[in-house]
Nanobody, 130 residues
Framework: QMQVVESGGGLVQPGGSLKLSCVAS????????MGWFRRTPGKEREGVAC????????VYSDSVKDRFSISKDGTKNTLYLQMNNLSPADTGTYYC???????????????????????WGRGALVTVSS
C-alpha cells in the first residue's frame, strides 16, 4: 500500500526552527512530484512547498518563501521540510502529499490545488508559541 508518514512536528518558540520528515512507502518518491500542504487556524489547506520529480525544482508559497526549504533523499525515500524563523502564523497541521501521475514535473500545479494530490499523510502538528 502507498502511504506517506510525517514526523518532526512539535512546539517551537517564535524565531526558532523545525525540520519535518515524510517517509514514503509503497512507491519511490523520486518518481513523483512531492509537496507539503498546511492547514492553519481559520484557513483552508494550502500548498506551501513542492518539488519536481526530475530536477528537484522547488516552489514555495509567498508566506513561506525564503524561510522554508523542501528537499528529498532518494536513498531514504524521505521528503523534508526545513522551517526557519518560525512565527505564530505558521502554527498548524502540515501534510505530506504525493502528486497524481501526469503532474510529476509540475510542482506549481501540485502546490496550487488539492486536485493534483494522490496520496496524503495524516499530518504533523506544528505549534509556534512563546
Amino acid at each position: 500500500q502507498m502511504q506517506v508518514v510525517e514526523s518532526g512536528g512539535g512546539l517551537v518558540q517564535p524565531g526558532g526552527s523545525l525540520k519535518l520528515s515524510c517517509v514514503a512507502s509503497g512507491f519511490r518518491l523520486t518518481n513523483y512530484a512531492m509537496g507539503w500542504f498546511r492547514r492553519t487556524p481559520g484557513k483552508e489547506r494550502e500548498g506551501v512547498a513542492c518539488i519536481s520529480m526530475s530536477d528537484d525544482y522547488p516552489v514555495y508559497s509567498d508566506s513561506v518563501k525564503d524561510r522554508f526549504s523542501i528537499s528529498k533523499d532518494g536513498t531514504k525515500n524521505t521528503l523534508y521540510l526545513q522551517m526557519n524563523n518560525l512565527s505564530p502564523a505558521d502554527t498548524g497541521t502540515y501534510y505530506c502529499a504525493r502528486a497524481k501521475r501526469g503532474y510529476d514535473d509540475l510542482p506549481r500545479k501540485l502546490c496550487s490545488s488539492e486536485r493534483y494530490v494522490e496520496v496524503w499523510g495524516r499530518g504533523a502538528l506544528v505549534t509556534v508559541s512563546s
